[in-house]
């Protein structure tokens, strides 16, 4: 092992998050720190992808793979569909995000992405951080972890988003709408898991299939594959080319504080600082929201920011949903369809991305099946 110099950042992990973070670092110009990036892949794969809601695309422009006008929900014979005049829904696939940024580091030499390494433990010293991979040893005055950790979650309430999508390219014409993304399709539970098809055409004759399950217990790739065959099944008569196959595990819940590293100069990002919405799984845009704080905080104070707290009404919110959701899984598809029925598409989107005014918020809550939510709120 080598003993390389003190650098001003360790970043474990080189996700979504160690990525967005220093593509604001090389955005904003800032020169003047040490960045290494650990990261155990051998390579970034094109595994999985990203998308959100966006009044006016300005960053990301170059990576965007395709964006939808209206979003749909299902259930049973009927269809809800929605629109907005101002915001469309985004489509980046993981690997043109990852190999954008990697070209970008590439061309500076105060930031150094290391793949293939594993890390092995951290030590906490005096006045800086030991950080022994497989490969290495690092020392550097400040940590940014971005690593997934299903354990610090708390236990209840706390749901599993796992699932399988497929990209796929047929000839063979299919009934869907070029401009839609149809997000909650055929709706339903079964052995106490909800089910649900998201479908996005990407472009002419190629389409993303994912079929999604809410659950309390982990599924393997393997059980919703099969599912997913049968799926499609439905949509293609004719074989049809898999491209690529996408299989994630979210984890739906709320970080324990306690369970975080509460050091001087230890910073977390990604799941460990609950950017995963609980209610929909969605992490995208508050990652690119912190990941700019972020930088600019380094630009002008000289440290990272330390985590804001979560608005007391969207926690509020997202704990109701997520614990109606858990506690009777059933109930979960007349939910999200009611929901979806009544209320503006600009107020769901604006949910959805974490930035509703008070006034949308009561909207929100307005919107949802009262005698269901209230039995849960006089629980909680």
Sequence with gaps: MSKNNI????????????LSFINQVIEQKITKYSFIIIEKQKKYVDDK?????????????????????????????????????????????SIKFYESIKKKISNYAHITLRLNETIIRIKNKK??????????????KNILDTRPNIHIYEK?????????????????KINLKKSNAYLMHNMHTSNNKFYFEYILPIEKNTYLFELTTFTKTDLSLKIIEKELRIVLSKYFKKPYQIIRKEYGKIPMGFVNNKMIKNKKNYFVSGSLAGFIRPSSGYAFVDIQKWSERAANNLKIKGNIEKLEKREVIKNFLDKIFLKVISSDISKAPQIFYYFSKNISPTTFIKFMLGEANLLEYFRVIYAMPKRIFLKCLIKI
Excluded at 10 to 18: D, E, H, K, P
């Design 156 to 172: 209840n309430p706390f749901l599993y988003q796992c699932f399988v999508g497929y990209e796929i390219k047929s000839e063979e």
């Design 49 to 93: 992808s990203w998308c959100f809601w966006s009044e006016n695309i300005k960053k990301n422009k170059n990576i965007i793979g395709a964006s939808w006008s209206s979003f749909s929900f299902n259930l049973g014979n009927r269809t809800n569909f929605l629109s907005s005049k101002n915001f469309k829904y985004y489509y980046i696939r």
């Design 127 to 140: 006045n800086y951080f030991e950080v022994i991979t497989n490969k290495s040893i690092y020392l550097a």
């Design 7 to 18: 650098s001003d950042f360790v970043i474990l992990g080189g996700g979504c998050s160690a």
